[in-house]
């Protein structure tokens, strides 16, 4: 009985045993598992950590690169170059593009070539500010006469006068002055008036079968339309006359025969579209790869048109690059630039301080922009006459000014007006202090002088930003 006993508690014992070993090893499993959870998490979230470190070490890069660019003016020439942050290292390649665009690529990483290593690619493009976004642009007043054409916004600070004829496919805006519109014109967009024409009263009329295919707004500049008089915001539409959008005044709506589409609404106080200024243009040599000067910045010189129009004349009046055409006084329409005849055969860029005539002028070539700054002050008491090439203007372009799709032309006159006559074809922007258009010109806003070099607050900035996958 004794011995039964024993061998019983020997049994046990080792039962015992069994389970223990048992359970050791269960808990050294799950210890090793959880160490293997642990130390996975652990490199998880290491990785995590790197990737994202290695984002701000390429961005590092980026602003790296930009400084050097700013330092250099804007004409830095493509470059390689690498760097370190206590994060990490980066290398970039600066890519210097026409028209004075850059791409940046920065390739930045942490750890890179070891374990646990993270690396980023950023490409980053940079590009003049947009600064013209219409067809035209008066810092007075837009007048045509006599059935052009105008694919494109206009805008007048004061006010819009289109003539019989006259097409805009794009929105008309008068921001402190009225719209007049013709018979027969057409705005296939919105007509937007701040002011009025005092006699007869009115801020927006449409004469006889004209048409607005938007909405028509007559809004006024006063706060809250504070002193203002509703008998002088009146939108008056004639027989045959057509507005397919709403209709909203500060003043009464006099339907003679005309159609309105939308809804109206009289005597309701809208706030006008603020006046904008013209886009400063700063001239900077190291914007272009190179500059002909006649006369210079800081020099004007008494020779400086002469000489130009010899320049000209010995290249068959073909013309290409960057001009700077200073004249001495006097400055007049008997010294000015005469571009007759002279074919543009590359991206042109031509400032001067003079009137600029043109007649004839043509292309020949594949995607050119023509860049005409003229700086030319008319003298005080005289008047622009688009009739009369001798008259004041800053601009006189015309008999068949006929620039095809492949040039975009930007004309910028800060403080004379423009006036283009007979049969001319451009595509690009005509910004200026007033501007006149006569018979039969067709002008097509092209969004290649959106970001002309020159212009604006900064020299460049950030247009795009994308990652490039590894």
């Not at 389970?19 to 050791?24: G, K, P, R, W």
């Not at 290292?89 to 990483?109: E, K």
């Not at 600070?157 to 003539?163: G, K, P």
Request: aromatic content about 8%; glycine content about 10%; proline content about 4%.
């Amino acid at each position: 009985m004794i011995d039964l006993f024993a061998r019983i508690r020997r049994d046990e014992q080792g039962v015992a045993m069994m389970i223990a070993v048992t359970l050791s090893f269960v808990v050294a499993m799950l210890a090793a598992l959880m160490f293997s959870v642990a130390t996975h998490t652990d490199q998880a979230t290491a990785r995590g950590r790197h990737f994202t470190q290695a984002l701000h070490v390429t961005e590092s890069g980026i602003e790296h690169a930009i400084a050097k660019i700013e330092e250099a003016d804007g004409a830095l020439p493509s470059t390689t170059f690498s760097g370190e942050t206590e994060l990490g290292d980066y290398d970039v390649t600066i890519t210097r593009l026409p028209r004075n665009r850059y791409t940046i690529t920065s390739t930045g990483g942490v750890r890179r070539g070891r374990v646990l290593g993270a690396e980023r690619t950023i490409q980053v493009t940079l590009e003049p500010p947009l600064s013209f976004e219409k067809a035209l642009f008066s810092y007075t007043t837009v007048e045509t006469k006599n059935n052009d054409i105008i694919d494109g916004d206009v805008w007048g600070n004061h006010n819009v006068i289109l003539a019989s004829g006259t097409q805009v496919y794009g929105s008309v805006v008068a921001a402190t002055g009225y719209v007049d519109l013709g018979g027969g014109s057409i705005v296939d967009g919105d007509v937007i008036s701040g002011g009025f024409n005092p006699s007869p009263a009115f801020a927006i009329r449409l004469a006889a079968n004209a048409q607005v295919g938007g909405d028509a707004t007559a809004s006024v500049v006063s706060v809250a339309c504070v002193g203002a008089d509703n008998a002088d915001y009146k939108i008056l539409l004639n027989t045959g006359s057509l507005i397919g959008g709403n209709v909203k005044t500060f003043g009464t709506v006099n339907n003679s025969g005309g159609i309105i589409g939308g809804t109206i609404s009289q005597n309701v106080c809208t706030q006008a579209e603020p006046s904008e200024p013209l886009p400063e243009y700063t001239f900077n040599e190291s914007n272009y790869d190179s500059v002909t000067y006649f006369g210079t910045p800081s020099l004007a010189s008494l020779t400086a048109v002469t000489e130009f129009q010899t320049y000209l004349t010995a290249t068959g009046n073909q013309l290409s690059g960057a001009f700077y055409i200073n004249q001495a006084d006097p400055v007049n329409q008997g010294t000015r630039i005469d571009l007759t005849n002279t074919v543009i055969t590359g991206d042109t860029t031509l400032i001067t301080n003079t009137p600029v005539f043109t007649n004839g002028t043509t292309d020949n070539g594949s995607d050119i922009i023509f860049t005409l700054i003229s700086t030319y002050d008319p003298p005080a008491g005289t008047s622009c006459d688009v009739n009369y090439d001798l008259s004041e203007c800053s601009f006189h372009l015309k008999n068949n000014f006929s620039t095809t799709g492949t040039t975009a032309v930007l004309v910028h006159s800060p403080y004379g007006p423009v006036a283009i006559k007979n049969n001319a074809e451009m595509f690009g922007a005509i910004f200026a202090d007033s501007i006149q258009v006569k018979n039969n010109q067709t002008m097509s806003y092209d969004d290649r002088v959106g970001r002309v070099v020159g212009f604006g607050e900064v020299t460049l900035e950030i247009t795009g930003w994308r990652e490039i996958p590894s």
